[in-house]
């Protein structure tokens, strides 16, 4: 299930910091944009405002039919805006205390009001999807750093939401978890999912995403194809980051 993403004038201040500076962003239905831009500018946040983790000072966010104006959202847009969005975190986030069967049943049976019975019917099967079929039993605590992500990814796919949100999926993990886990995203891309993925791992960037966008200071300087955000940048503030992560 995939919808066209809108997101107009997004606000977002801590404090006197304004981390987001109005961000005007459209996603075309199953589009992979890549984030990338320096720590601090506002990637992190943008995702989180998108379902309300963080919440927006102002801005219209609308996937598919669904339009929520940030000032004005009540409880039932922001859970609306959750059903129609999957969020992986750069640290797992699963509940210690259930197994990684538990960890997929949570958001089906409390978002979206399944039985104990089909939410687990529909674990079991993205566990095996996801290559932890043998796993579903087994705690957080008792699983690699990879296997914990691809869980957290797990969790997200289970929802089939319109837009995947994956907030550097793979800053957490020893090195040699990162591409079990990349290659996991890889294949959900593949099934035409909308997905908005902010990541450090330029190569990753620049072989999913149909765009790349560079942000610094909480704007969009800079997007297009990752040719030509890699090869032939316009704003000089992208080609600096590029040569300093380069």
Known sequence: MSGEVRI?????????NTVL???????????RVAIIGPSGTGKSTLLRCLNFLDRPDAGRIAIGDLSV?????????????RRRTGFVFQNYALFANKTARQNLMEGLTVVRGWSHEDAAAKADDI?????LGD???????????????????GRAMALDAELMLFDEPTSA???EWVGEVLDLIRRIADGNQTMLIVTHEMQFAREIADRVIFMEG????EQGPPSQIFGNAQDDRTRAFLRRVG
């Open 173 to 175: 993990l020893d090195p």
């Open 127 to 131: 566990l095996r999807q996801i290559g």
């Open 21 to 31: 500076a109005g961000i005007d962003l459209e996603l075309e239905p199953g589009e």
């Open 135 to 153: 796993r579903g039993d087994s705690y957080p605590a008792a699983m690699s750093g990879g296997q914990q992500q691809r869980v957290g990814i």
């Open 69 to 81: 104006d940030a000032a004005r959202a009540s409880k039932a847009d922001v859970l609306a805006l």
């Open 8 to 16: 107009e004038g997004l606000v977002k201040q801590f404090g006197d």
């Open 218 to 221: 909480g704007r969009i300087v």
